[in-house]
Nanobody, 123 residues
Framework: VQLQASGGGLVQSGGSLRLSCAAF????????IGWFRQAPGKERERVSC???????EYRDSVKGRFTISRDDAKNTVYLQVNGLKPEDTAVYYC??????????????????WGQGTQVTVSS
């Protein structure tokens, strides 16, 4: 199982990016995939998750700005990030346990992680 995150970059406050998480080695359809982020000096936190049957969860601070979606035909999960703020600056990771349909809450409940993609928002 491998996950590859991409799409990060440097944007100004208010800008947008689309992050992609491509899955290899297993059919992501039916399994939960989560997006996380980690800012320097801070703990990794879950930003959003989409379950195997399409249920979606967001962290309160990103609701209304971030949108998660999945294209099972492409084995890819996306995170559209709009209205970016400097406090969104972090390395963004995708992860899965490749075993369950539902979204797990704890960071340490996810087994497989992508390499991360840097999102930097300038003020």
């Amino acid at each position: 199982v491998q996950l590859q995150a991409s799409g990060g970059g440097l944007v100004q406050s208010g800008g947008s990016l689309r992050l992609s998480c491509a899955a290899f080695g297993f059919p992501s359809e039916g399994y939960a995939i989560g997006w996380f982020r980690q800012a320097p000096g801070k703990e990794r936190e879950r930003v959003s998750c989409i379950s195997g049957d399409g249920l979606i969860e967001y962290r309160d601070s990103v609701k209304g700005r971030f949108t998660i979606s999945r294209d099972d035909a492409k084995n890819t999960v996306y995170l559209q990030v709009n209205g970016l703020k400097p406090e969104d600056t972090a390395v963004y990771y995708c992860a899965t346990d490749a075993a369950t349909t539902w979204c797990r809450i704890g960071v340490y409940e996810y087994t497989y992680w992508g390499q991360g993609t840097q999102v930097t928002v300038s003020s």
